[in-house]
């Protein structure tokens, strides 16, 4: 039987040694460039005809936008529109990279704690910068909640550090996790379908139907949480309490 | 998204945000998978351990103060992860999210130092 751990191996496909560092193009990276060109070609090319009543292609493109819009404009308010390019950008780039992994053969690198963390840091750095730079050493005080009695403050505010140290890792695990974990699911039962032959191999078919339309409800409910979660920050570092 | 922001589409815009955050889960989003929550409390309350523990591992490490930190840190990590689950449960938000009635904050420290001191019974 197949390893099904198998399909998230890094693959080098151009060796690039750039003095100390390995900068080779891998399956990962290619696909990262494979999905910023399919996001590129699918918002520009749907609104080159700009046409005053959409075609299918138009509004799906302005589908995606309103979408966001309508999250940041929920979750953050008017003074989160500056940021809108940021937070679009993430969900379309998690988004088509979910979805691209569910062609057969292709390669998921959301399913990377490298790649999701990364992303992960760069959200929680950016909004504690933005927190900082809007509210200074107020900012701080953010991990003393008002009416709290000055005894708890010992235990408390080291939880609430670690609190807050622990959103970049629990934002990069639920991503990374739920791909992984379903991309290894559908492997382990496509892996029973041949030895149990002609009678017995219609159960995990069934599964991995299932799991297969499963699955592209997770890719798009990650990307959904994943760029949620980064309004929610964002609307933390901006109205601070 | 238009541009004109009139004074009353504002305050209308303020009274949407409040019903947004007071709602337990954000607006118009899709609706979580039994496993989607499962997973989802599992990372808060797995990520909360780790940070405490790394970062008790590494003070150890370069303090050379045995396994000091380590212990600190990991019921100080314990401690986060389930106020993350208690937020995220409760429907706060996924954050600190301190405008809430004193009242919820008050019962998450009082869960916390239960659980606190039943995970130091056991141990």
Not at chain 1, 79 to 108: D, H, K
Not at chain 1, 186 to 210: D, E, H, Q, R, S
Not at chain 2, 30 to 55: D, H, K, W
């Amino acid at each position: 039987m197949a390893n099904p751990l198998e399909q998230f191996t890094i693959k080098t496909l151009v060796p690039i040694q750039l003095g100390e560092v390995n900068a080779s193009l891998t399956n990962a990276g290619l696909f990262m460039v494979l999905t910023v060109a399919a996001v590129t070609l699918f918002l520009t090319l749907g609104m080159t005809r700009r046409a005053a009543v959409p075609g299918r292609w138009q509004s799906m493109a302005e589908l995606s936008y309103e979408f966001i819009a309508g999250m940041i404009r929920d979750n953050v308010g008017n003074e989160g529109r500056r940021y809108f390019p940021f937070v679009f950008s993430l969900f379309m780039f998690i988004l088509f990279a979910n979805l691209i992994g569910m062609i057969p053969y292709s390669f998921t690198f959301t399913s990377h704690i490298a790649v999701t963390f990364t992303m992960a840091m760069v959200v929680f750095l950016g909004v504690t910068v933005i927190a900082i730079i809007r509210h200074g050493l107020h900012f701080f005080s953010f991990f003393l909640p008002t009416g709290v009695p000055m005894v708890m403050a010992p235990i408390l505010v080291p939880i609430e550090v670690l609190s807050y140290l622990s959103r970049p890792i629990s934002l990069s695990i639920r991503l990374f996790a739920n791909m992984m974990a379903g991309h290894t699911m559908i492997k382990v039962f496509a892996g029973f379908v041949i030895p149990l032959g002609i009678l017995g191999g219609w159960a995990p078919l069934t599964v991995i139907v299932a799991l297969t339309a499963f699955e592209f409800l997770v890719a798009f409910l990650q990307a959904y949480v994943f760029t949620v979660l980064t309004c929610l920050y964002l609307n933390d570092a901006i109205h601070l309490h | 998204m238009s541009d004109d922001k009139t004074s009353p589409e504002l305050q209308q815009l303020d009274a949407r945000i409040a019903k947004a955050r007071k709602g337990s889960d954000q607006g118009n989003g899709p609706e979580m998978s039994g496993f989607g929550a499962a997973m989802r409390y599992a990372t808060e309350l797995v990520s909360g351990l780790i940070v405490g523990v790394a970062i008790g591992y590494f003070l150890d490490k370069w303090l050379d103060t045995g396994p000091w930190f380590l212990v600190v840190f990991f019921f100080l990590g314990a401690g986060a992860g389930i106020m993350n689950v208690y937020r995220t449960a409760s429907g706060i938000g996924m954050a600190p999210g301190y405008k809430d009635p004193a009242p919820t904050i008050k019962s998450s420290v009082v869960t916390d130092a239960d659980n606190k001191t039943d995970d130091k019974k056991r141990g």
